[in-house]
C-alpha cells in the first residue's frame, strides 16, 4: 500500500496538469483526479510493466477526461453553455510581452476547447506534455501513422485559427 501511496505523490503533479490541459480548467481538477488514482488503483494489478507508468497513466487520464467530456455533452444537450475563459501567465520581462503572450495563450486555450476531444488530446500530449509520437501511440491506443496524422491536422486546424494572431505577434509567442 504505502508503495502505491508514493506512486501517487510522484505523480500527482503530472495528473493535475495534464487535466488542467486537456479540459481547460484550473479549479476542481480534484474529483476528476481522484477518479484518475481509483483507476490506477483498479488497474495496477493489471499492470505489466511493458510501458512507463506514466504512459499508462495517461492513458487513464485521457480516458477520465473523455468520459467527463461526454458526461457533460449530454448534462448540457438544450442548454445555452457560458464558455469561460482563463489565461496562463507566464514570466516575461516587460508588462507588455507579458500581456502578449498572456492573451496569445487565452487564444490557444480558447481554441483548444473547439477542437474534436482527439485532436485537442494529441496536441496537449505532444505540445504540452513533451510526449513522443510513440508515447501518444500506446496512450491512445492508435497506429503511430494515426497519430502524426492527426497531429499534422490538429496543427494545420490550430494554426488556421492562429492567422491573424501569428501575424499581429510581435514576440515570439
Known amino acids: 500500500m504505502q508503495e502505491f501511496a508514493d506512486l501517487i505523490e510522484s505523480h500527482q503533479a503530472l495528473v493535475f496538469r495534464t487535466l488542467a490541459r486537456l479540459t481547460g480548467e484550473r479549479e476542481g481538477l480534484e474529483d476528476m483526479a481522484q477518479e484518475v488514482f ?3 488503483f483498479r488497474a495496477w494489478p493489471h499492470f505489466r510493466g511493458k510501458a512507463k507508468v506514466s504512459t499508462f497513466l495517461y492513458r487513464i487520464i485521457v480516458n477520465v477526461v473523455n468520459d467527463e467530456w461526454h458526461r457533460r455533452q449530454v448534462a448540457r444537450r438544450g442548454v445555452s ?5 482563463f489565461s496562463l501567465v507566464h514570466p516575461a520581462p516587460g508588462p507588455e510581452e507579458l500581456l502578449q503572450r498572456a ?5 490557444v486555450e480558447s ?14 500530449l505532444h505540445y504540452q506534455e513533451d510526449r513522443s509520437y510513440e508515447e501518444i501511440a500506446t496512450i491512445l491506443e492508435l497506429p503511430m501513422g494515426t497519430v502524426k496524422t492527426h497531429l499534422h491536422r490538429a496543427r494545420e486546424q490550430l494554426k488556421a485559427a492562429m492567422g491573424e494572431w501569428i501575424s499581429q505577434c510581435k514576440i515570439k509567442c
Open 38 to 40: 481509483l483507476r490506477l
Open 103 to 107: 492573451q496569445f495563450q487565452e487564444a
Open 81 to 85: 453553455i457560458d464558455d469561460e475563459e
Open 111 to 124: 481554441l483548444l476547447k473547439h477542437l474534436a476531444v482527439r485532436d485537442r488530446t494529441i496536441l496537449t
